[in-house]
């Protein structure tokens, strides 16, 4: 998990957790990530799905 500073497209900083490994058997991604608001609740982006 890291905390992203603010970007050209955001004023806000965003939770990020980054995963290595397939999430599930069938699962051909080896990486991806999921954005939180820096609430710790709000999903901001979610790419972790199969």
Known sequence: ??????GA???FH???LDF???L???DIKESD???FA????????NNLKP
Do not use: C, F, H
Not at 1 to 6: A, D, G, K, N, T
């Open 9 to 11: 497209l955001s004023n």
């Open 20 to 22: 290595d490994g397939q």
């Open 38 to 45: 820096t609430d710790g609740k709000t999903l901001k982006e």
């Open 14 to 16: 965003v939770l990020r």
């Open 33 to 35: 990530y999921a954005e």
């Open 1 to 6: 998990m890291r905390l992203m500073s603010p």
């Open 24 to 26: 599930a058997t069938n």
